[in-house]
């Protein structure tokens, strides 16, 4: 069975500094691998999404991630945090056959300091 | 702008009365999922649809929930009766069917409910 571990439900980082979120994933089949992001109050919205083509992916709001199959990692970064970027953010897995579920992290919170 | 549209986004309620959320899909998208979040549980997938037919409900409790699409633009969770555990957000989504790259889910903006 598919599964995400984020590592750290509460990141904090200063305006202007690295943005890095921690993702590792267990799957029996090649994954679809998303970062989803949470504003206050908001339903969620894809940030970026890796279906097997380029392994560095690129997405909105100037994030990116990297996807490593031998350390089952897909961390997200930004290098460097603006204070729109506080909110909480996803990680989630999809199996390749078909499957149509999102199995979800616990989510990590980001807080930007001034 | 097309989006995921859900009804109502507040609903509190007294324990025992049947509560119903309404979703409506983004035009053309054929799979619908429903989701819950709590801070204790996080996201978990309640049950998704696909061309109106149930695929999996294996997470919604059978007793009380029940999902339904009666037509393409309406998906619809009903509690009955409700309990306080129930108080969650609970996320509409919409997307495309597998297979293709552009399979991302369109997520609604919740209903929060509270159920006293």
């Known amino acids: 069975a598919q599964s995400v571990t984020q590592l750290g439900s509460h990141v904090s980082v200063s305006e202007g500094a690295l943005v890095l979120l921690r993702c590792n994933y267990s799957?029996?089949?090649?994954?679809?691998l998303f970062w989803y992001v949470q504003y206050p109050n908001q339903g969620l919205q894809l940030l970026l999404k890796?279906?097997?083509?380029?392994?560095l992916v690129k997405g909105i709001n100037g994030f990116e991630a990297e996807f490593k199959k031998s350390e089952t990692s897909f961390h997200l970064t930004k290098p460097s945090a603006h204070m729109s970027d506080a909110a909480e953010y996803f990680c989630a897995v999809r199996g390749y056959q078909g499957a149509q579920k999102l199995v979800f992290g616990q989510g990590t919170r980001l807080t930007i300091n001034p | 702008d097309a989006r995921v549209t859900q009804t109502p986004r507040h609903k509190v309620t007294e324990m025992g009365q049947e509560v119903t959320m309404r979703c409506q899909p983004i035009l053309g998208h054929n799979t619908v999922f429903w989701y819950r979040q709590t801070m204790m549980q996080g996201l978990e997938l309640l049950a998704y649809f696909r061309n109106r037919a149930p695929l999996d409900d294996s997470g919604m409790p059978k007793d009380r929930f029940s999902a339904e699409m009666p037509d393409a633009t309406l998906a619809t969770l009903k509690i009955q009766p409700s309990e306080p555990r129930d108080s969650a957000v609970y996320f509409c989504?919409?997307?495309?069917?597998?297979?293709?790259?552009?399979?991302?889910?369109?997520f609604g903006p919740g209903t929060r409910l509270t159920v006293l």
């Open positions: 989504a919409s997307g495309f069917p597998p297979g293709g790259i552009n399979n991302e889910q369109f």
């Open positions: 890796y279906t097997s083509a380029a392994t």
């Open positions: 799957s029996s089949v090649p994954p679809y």
